[in-house]
């Protein structure tokens, strides 16, 4: 025989939801019990309202607020429709926002390959490397900064123009400056700064979206010393025109810190890179 009446603990294991999440419906008015014992203030639900709890749970599932779900239940079809729309555009964003997150996590897992790659990497030794197509967002920097001085207030309008677009600078540092002779680090002057991105449609006044091309580089990695920046750059210099490659060229610099923590030690390696095929 069905039982006309469920207990509280009945309709807890029928539907999945705790004796305590139906206390505390009942509580705030929106889903009470269609019968309660006055003597013992035991409470009984009914078997047609377990659909109604259904009605609750999926409106709770697609992320409604239970004081939305308060007012949408006494809601007639219509209104539940045009909620529905609106949720279903909120949850798109959401999708497209976690999308964003999902590949730049992804990206910033291949960068730490990369930077563990370079880690190992004999340091001050010329090597060559493939790499891929580097898809960047540029900023002119008006040849006024050099490796002596801290580039990072540009750096800011790349993460401002990329922070307006739902998403974050990226962790690695890149700058480019032209290749040729130099006397001393001082005169060597970064003619722009740049930072990885995923995305093109990018709508930011002073910052341009380039690439840069896949190929074979000629690089060197050294952990970053204002010191000892000259020497591994005139290293690279002199293995790059001693091997007769053209002499109108850019050198690509990029740097991954080694530690996260501000009050830790700056902890840098950098890598100086000259396509040559």
Not at 4 to 11: E, N, V, Y
Request: hydrophobic residues 30%; contains cysteine; aromatic residues 12%.
């Amino acid at each position: 025989m069905v039982k006309k009446f469920l207990s509280i603990g009945d309709m807890s294991k029928l539907n999945n939801v705790s004796i305590q999440t139906l206390r505390y419906y009942d509580k705030i008015g929106l889903f009470k019990p269609e019968y309660v014992n006055p003597d013992n203030h035991y409470r009984y639900y009914s078997i047609r309202q377990i659909f109604y709890l259904d009605i609750i749970k999926y409106l709770k599932h697609i992320g409604t607020s239970l004081e939305e779900i308060r007012s949408i239940i006494a809601l007639p079809p219509e209104s539940i429709y045009e909620f529905l729309k609106k949720q279903e555009l909120t949850i798109e964003e959401q999708m497209k926002k976690l999308e964003n997150i999902h590949q730049s996590l992804k990206h910033h897992k291949s960068q730490l390959h990369e930077q563990i790659l370079l880690n190992n990497q004999e340091h001050g030794v010329v090597y060559t490397r493939k790499i891929d197509e580097r898809l960047v967002l540029k900023v002119d920097c008006k040849d006024t900064v050099t490796p002596l001085d801290q580039p990072d207030i540009y750096f800011r309008e790349l993460a401002d123009a990329l922070e307006k677009e739902g998403t974050v600078v990226d962790l690695q540092y890149g700058c480019i400056y032209p290749l040729k002779h130099y006397e001393s680090t001082e005169k060597i002057h970064y003619s722009s700064l740049y930072t990885n991105i995923s995305k093109t449609d990018l709508n930011s006044t002073g910052v341009s979206v380039d690439s840069i091309p896949k190929g074979t580089y000629m690089c060197i990695a050294f952990k970053w010393s204002k010191a000892d920046y000259y020497d591994h750059f005139n290293k690279l210099k002199k293995a790059y025109f001693s091997s007769g490659f053209p002499i109108e060229n850019d050198v690509y610099e990029v740097s991954l810190p080694n530690n996260y923590a501000s009050s830790n030690e700056e902890d840098f390696i950098t890598e100086l890179q000259i396509q040559i095929d």
